[in-house]
């Protein structure tokens, strides 16, 4: 920039420094916060806030609920990366290399969950599971299975997978759209010259698409992975509030319950924490294990 | 060999075309129908099309307040976030320094951690200011809360202006401001719709900070209030004046997809994630 350099710092400013202003408040103050208070046992009144030291974490360690809930975590966590990425890897695939005329059509369906609100998608599948007047039990009837008819959402050992099928079926467009994104980007060549070599669809696939699209996989799989654990509570919430029991408890749900119904803002405070803790060292294993070297093309 | 492998192709694809779509149509068809109907026959279509279910909701479950409510936070959201985000991505593409390099890993980092653990600390802050049970506010926390992502993305977008433009403009003797607004802004027209979609879509449909901040009836979101709807309707057993609810939830999200879908799928592929 050519202006005088006092015109230029104040131009600075003025560009930066509200902006971090209020992302300073915002958002760096409540994230330190969150760490402080978790250190307190804490009502909500400041008159009752007592520091604790370690005590909410030693309480975490001994609490049962919290271990079902990174557990029920990770189970979301895994099936969605496997569900999801299945899915969207094969519809990306499909709708990109196979000269399908209403491509288009699938493109804009199979994205459009995406758009939806979770809490209308939470709702919209509690009713599908609902025992009396759901879609599920009413087609099981219909085909004769019967027996398989139940109240999903409120038995102990359904209620999970029944939570991951909406979560997969909102999540697949968005990721199918990244991937479709990679292989626009693989040149045309390679898939020609590898015809010419009488290469299968199948070795294509695996040989050329795969690798070149392993950095839109490595991101999409990340991804998968931050927001299930921090916003698989959102359907959980919803659809089941971490019910029946504890069996579909997850770590934000239970963090929600502790300190906006029971007030126990301080022990909710270090689950925060544990999220985050729980959240850093899952995306650094998983950047380990899906390292791989950037193929040169 | 050919036709049979496009057929099997299309199985998957129809298959999954089905599942996406008919929830949908189901939860239509449920918005016209009676109880009764919802229960005895949930697979055919309403005996009459009435609008009953939808005045119900809109009037007596405080669904038409909610609407309103949503499109203002989504509106004032929407502009906050772009006011916030275009001179600061401007300025952090065209003026390289280490400051601004730091200043980039902040924002960056901050998207990798879970808003989650600012949840308590935040509506704290805000009862200490009075702003709890405030729109204005809500609308502030969602545009912050999206700044570092619209940053990303427009930094792409004004990295791709040639330099000669704003040289030209500083030769014709125009402020750096006048660069900002009048010649950078309409630049990255493609970008600042892209990104502004993409915001106002997750704003409009947002539940969590919502349901925490807000706490009058009159000042709900539309996410709050199809939770409240949800719980209501199993007391009243008003099962078709919720399927109008999600309707009503659903109805301008698809319009506003249609319009711009184009854009979303273009921004999603030459955007951010290269």
Sequence with gaps: MTFSSKSKYLFLAFCLLPTFLLFLIFTVYPMLGGLYYSFFDWSGTSANKTFIGLDNYIRLWNDSIIKKAI????????????????????????????????????????????????????????????????????????????????????????????IAIPAIWAGIGLFMLLIMGGISNVPKSLYEAADIDGASEWQQFWHITVPL??????????????????????????????????????????????????????????????ILVVSLITVLISQFILKKEKVEY | MKVVSQILVRIPLILWAFIVIFPLIWMFMGAFKSNAEIFTSPWSFPTDFSFTNFERAWNDYNIGRAFLN????????????????????????????????????????????????????????????????????????????????????????????PKELEEAAVVDGMSPYGILFKIVTPLIKSGIMTVTILNAISYWNEFFMALILLQTESKNTLGVAMNLLKID????????????????????????????????????TEGAIK
């Excluded at chain 1, 916003?231 to 069996?247: K, N, R």
């Excluded at chain 2, 901050?110 to 509506?123: K, N």
């Design chain 2, 70 to 161: 949503s499109f203002f936070v989504t509106v004032l959201g929407s502009f906050l976030t772009l006011l916030l985000s275009i001179p600061t991505a401007y300025a952090l593409e065209r003026v390289r320094s280490k400051f601004g390099e730091v200043l980039v890993n902040v924002y960056l980092a901050s998207m990798m951690i879970p808003s989650v653990l600012g949840w308590i600390p935040l509506f704290f802050l805000l009862m200490k200011f009075n702003l709890l049970d405030n729109l204005w506010a809500l609308s502030l926390v969602y545009a912050i809360s999206h700044v570092p992502f619209t940053i990303f993305i427009l930094v792409g977008f004004i990295g791709n202006i």
């Design chain 1, 71 to 162: 557990i029920n975590d990770f189970f979301f966590v895994f099936v969605k990366v496997i569900g999801i990425m299945t899915l969207a890897l094969f519809f990306a695939v499909a709708l990109t290399q196979l000269k399908i005329k209403e491509a288009p059509f699938y493109r804009i369906v199979f994205f459009f969950p995406n758009i939806m609100s979770v809490v209308v998608i939470g709702i919209l599948w509690q009713f599908i599971y609902d025992p009396n007047m759901g879609i599920v039990n009413s087609l099981l009837n219909q085909v004769g299975l019967t027996d398989w008819a139940r109240p999903w959402l409120g038995d102990k050992t359904w209620v999970l997978p029944s």
């Design chain 2, 233 to 268: 309707a199993q007391y009243d057993s008003a099962w078709g004046v919720l399927f109008a609810g999600l309707c009503i939830a659903v109805i301008p999200v698809i319009i506003f997809y249609s319009i711009f879908q184009r854009h979303i799928v273009k921004g999603m």
């Design chain 1, 213 to 274: 699209v392993w950095p839109q996989i490595k991101t999409s799989i990340l991804y998968i992975i931050i927001t299930s654990l921090n916003g698989s509570f959102v359907l959980v919430q919803v659809m089941t509030g971490g019910g029946p029991g504890s069996a579909s408890e997850v770590m934000g749900s239970y963090l929600y319950q502790r300190a906006f119904e029971d007030f126990q803002f301080g022990y909710g405070a270090a689950i925060g924490v544990l």
